[in-house]
């Protein structure tokens, strides 16, 4: 026992004096920070302004077309200008329309309404407020294109535009802009339901939408306002009966009486172990690769022939497994206080500003996510998930190692391992939807897949039965990929050459 644990002791230094060990502990949190703001950072300037043209030979529609994405903008503008005003300290020229927080708004908010009283139409220019770049931008019609020539003659003449063949006049958001979309809006459009009388929408880029969509909302609604009209039906009355929406309270007949309503925590609960799975899938298949790495070094460098005049092999393998296992514990211990640090920092901070009297519609999140914590077996579920699951890809792994005397070596095994690891998260967004379904308790069997998939289901109260029995077959199994891949290791950890065949390993298991 002495032997493995210094074997162990090694494995574990040779991993912790790695800049890669302490790089991946560290940079653990700040993904954490940084995912949620990126996404909204690279939305926001990300994208560059994209310009579009819009030729509506009816006459009828292109103005309202501009007052529905005027609209838009002036909502994205004067969003922005929330913001602004709820620096500290408030800008000068709004601070006497800053009001305190009430019980739905955020920390603090602009009395709109009353600086468009005082400040007229110039309400959005403000000293040192910078209005966000605009994501679309309508430019006039190519010069030589004119408008009221057929369809087929102005696509024609659009198309190296839309090609970026040529480019577009300097403006203030770009200076040598390109033309990203064009609009037509043809004769008789609306009218029948033929490709003829649709919109024209074209652009190159096909993943980006939105513009697309909300010309078609905007269009959409004004047909039905005439189809409306012409049947004698005023539209203000269809609005008012379409903005009915059926009340539904969401209610669980497991939580105490009383408190039976399904709040963000509930849903919170659902779908956390998806988190967790994907969490437990990275750091067994992370440390499990630390193990294969170090074999096939250790092999290529005849340094396992140094350890193993001192160790067996069996030690040898036993405290490689040690070793890492306790490298991937102390990873997943920083990964865990880094999470559960976040959210009581913030907890507090929220817990601060709404003692002074402001309130954030976020300020329970960290809060349920605390308690999610405390009242779940989500912590204990996944440390004895990932120990077990440890055991037996770790081993795999580590056999593989043996097996192998280059990394080239080791991928015409570690195919078919990556395609079992697959599994379980294809299998991630269906088993909270269903955590004691078929799917979920066929596969909660599999020893494989038994970590990954009894932790999705850590949440949903899965029967007693499958808990336990899942758990002493995972044990069992681990038992036996133990015995059997140390008679492998045993055998195979001074081989050199070519890796062996499959049935050869199966000999290697039958010879005592």
Not at 142 to 159: C, T, W
Not at 280 to 303: G, T
Not at 343 to 369: H, K, W, Y
Not at 390 to 416: E, H, R, V
Request: hydrophobic letters at 45%; a positive charge.
């Amino acid at each position: 026992m002495r032997y493995i644990w210094l074997v162990g002791l090694r494995e574990f230094l040779e991993n912790a004096r790695t800049k890669g060990f302490w790089i991946g502990i560290f940079l653990f949190p700040v993904i954490i920070l940084v995912s949620g703001a990126l996404p909204i950072l690279l939305a926001k300037k990300g994208i560059s302004t994209r310009h579009y043209v819009v030729i509506d030979q009816t006459g009828e529609f292109a103005p309202k077309v501009r007052t529905e994405l005027g609209r838009q903008r002036t909502t994205e503008v004067e969003d922005a200008l929330h913001d602004f005003a709820r620096r500290d300290p408030a800008p000068r020229e709004l601070a006497r329309f800053i009001r305190a927080s009430g019980s739905n708004q955020p920390l603090s908010r602009l009395d709109l309404d009353g600086w468009k009283r005082h400040a007229g139409s110039n309400y959005l220019t403000v000293s040192g407020f910078n209005p966000p770049r605009a994501a679309w931008l309508e430019v006039p019609v190519p010069k030589g294109i004119h408008p009221s020539n057929d369809v087929p003659s102005i696509e024609a003449q659009l198309r190296p535009w839309l090609r970026g063949e040529f480019t577009l006049p300097p403006s203030e958001a770009n200076p040598s802009p390109k033309l990203f979309a064009a609009v037509i809006i043809p004769r008789g459009y609306g009218v029948g339901t033929n490709e003829s009388a649709s919109l024209r929408y074209w652009a190159e880029n096909t993943a980006d939408t939105s513009l697309r969509d909300s010309i078609q909302r905007q269009l959409s609604d004004e047909l039905r306002r005439r189809e409306y009209r012409s049947l004698g039906v005023d539209p203000a009355i269809i609005a008012r009966v379409e903005a009915r929406r059926a009340p539904i309270t969401d209610l669980n007949p497991r939580k105490a009486e009383g408190e039976e309503k399904v709040g963000m925590a509930d849903r919170l609960r659902q779908w956390a172990p998806s988190f967790f799975v994907y969490l437990l899938w990275v750091s067994i298949f992370a440390v499990s690769q630390m193990l294969l790495n170090s074999v096939i070094e250790e092999k290529s460098n005849r340094i396992i022939e140094v350890l193993l005049s001192s160790v067996t092999p069996g030690e040898l393998m036993l405290g490689k497994l040690l070793g890492v296992a306790m490298t991937g514990g102390i990873m997943m211990t920083a990964w865990f206080g880094s999470i559960i640090g976040m959210a009581l920092v913030q907890a507090r901070i929220f817990s601060s500003a709404a003692a002074a009297g402001a309130v954030n519609p976020a300020a329970s999140l960290p809060t349920d996510v605390l308690s999610l914590f405390q009242s779940t077996w989500l912590l204990p579920g996944f440390a004895a998930y990932f120990i077990l699951g440890y055991i037996a890809y770790a081993t795999i792994f580590l056999t593989i190692g043996s097996l192998c005397n280059t990394l080239k070596d080791a991928q015409n095994f570690m195919g078919p391992v990556m395609l079992v690891l697959m599994v379980p998260l294809f299998l991630m967004p269906f088993i909270p939807r269903d955590p004691n379904g078929p799917i979920a308790t066929i596969f909660s069997w599999i020893p494989l897949y038994t970590p990954f998939v009894m932790m999705n289901r850590i949440t949903g109260s899965p029967p007693i039965f499958d808990v336990i029995g899942t758990g002493i077959v995972l044990v069992g199994f681990d038992i036996l990929i133990l015995w059997g891949c140390g008679r492998i290791f045993r055998l195979a950890i001074l081989r050199t050459g070519q890796p062996p065949r499959i049935i050869e390993l199966f000999r290697w298991l039958r010879n005592r």
